[in-house]
């Protein structure tokens, strides 16, 4: 059984702690966080993140996996992952067993994929990416580094969602658009043509409003 560490304490963290806990080959040796919350599902506190280089030192071969939810740019994740990323420490991919993953799809190191989530044929994941609860991902989509995809979100095939952008509760992305890099889709919103800068897009179809 592999160890993990999970970086991060709030209700995203919660959900990949029941997530690693239903796949059975991780033993959780407890969470980081800048606030001791308390025991996170039963997994206890281990300190602010200064702790990590101690702890990747003591015990060898350690995993994480950066569970520090995103509304908005991925960035701030990216910039945690970048800060600790000379420490001796592995960032597996976490698909929970109550997922879809299809044949030849890819997915990237530190990506999580809850429960309910589809991901078809031909997809690639990139890095850090989080696939939300019951989101659907079709065949031949490309989902850049650090993109959170939320809850019920359906995004059709071949589409491609550019690096750190989020994709609100519910949106949905017709077949073979392209989304740049750093879009927030907000939550209902329907893409049915090309995002070609970042920004902000609400509505049906979705429209840029900053």
Same mark, same amino acid.
Request: charged share 20%; proline share 5%; aromatic share 2%.
């Given at each position: 059984?592999?160890?993990?560490?999970?970086?991060?304490?709030?209700?995203?963290?919660? /959900?990949?702690?029941?997530?690693?806990?239903?796949?059975?080959? $991780?033993?959780?040796? +407890? *969470?980081?966080?800048?606030?001791?919350?308390?025991?996170?599902?039963?997994?206890? $506190?281990?300190?602010?993140? @200064?702790?990590?280089?101690?702890?990747?030192? !003591?015990?060898?071969?350690?995993? @994480?996996?950066?569970?520090?939810?995103?509304?908005?740019?991925?960035?701030?994740?990216?910039?945690?992952?970048?800060?600790l %990323?000379?420490?001796?420490? %592995? *960032?597996? %991919?976490?698909? %929970?067993?109550?997922?879809?993953v299809?044949? !030849?799809?890819?997915? +990237?190191?530190?990506?999580? #994929?809850m429960?309910?989530?589809?991901?078809?044929?031909?997809?690639?994941?990139?890095?850090?990416?989080?696939?939300?609860?019951?989101?659907?991902? !079709?065949?031949?989509?490309?989902?850049?580094?650090? /993109?959170? #995809?939320?809850?019920?979100?359906?995004?059709?095939?071949?589409?491609?969602?550019?690096?750190?952008?989020?994709?609100?509760?519910? @949106?949905?992305?017709?077949?073979?658009?392209?989304?740049?890099?750093?879009?927030?889709i907000?939550?209902?919103? /329907?893409?049915?043509?090309?995002?070609?800068?970042?920004?902000? $897009?609400? +509505?049906?179809?979705? =429209?840029?409003? =900053?």
């Amino acid at each position: 059984m592999t160890e993990i560490v999970i970086i991060g304490g709030g209700g995203h963290a919660k /959900v990949v702690v029941s997530i690693l806990r239903k796949l059975k080959d $991780y033993e959780i040796c +407890g *969470y980081t966080d800048p606030e001791d919350r308390g025991p996170l599902l039963g997994a206890p $506190y281990l300190g602010t993140d @200064a702790k990590l280089p101690a702890l990747a030192n !003591e015990k060898k071969g350690l995993s @994480a996996t950066l569970a520090v939810g995103q509304i908005g740019l991925g960035a701030v994740r990216q910039a945690i992952h970048t800060r600790l %990323s000379e420490l001796p420490l %592995s *960032y597996p %991919s976490i698909v %929970s067993p109550h997922a879809i993953v299809n044949e !030849e799809v890819e997915i +990237g190191k530190g990506c999580v #994929v809850m429960d309910g989530a589809v991901v078809n044929s031909g997809a690639r994941i990139g890095r850090g990416a989080i696939l939300n609860s019951n989101c659907t991902v !079709e065949h031949d989509t490309q989902i850049g580094d650090w /993109v959170h #995809v939320a809850p019920g979100v359906t995004i059709s095939g071949g589409v491609t969602v550019g690096p750190l952008s989020m994709i609100g509760v519910g @949106a949905v992305i017709i077949e073979g658009k392209r989304i740049a890099n750093g879009c927030i889709i907000g939550a209902g919103a /329907v893409v049915v043509h090309d995002l070609t800068e970042p920004g902000v $897009y609400v +509505g049906c179809p979705a =429209r840029r409003i =900053r």
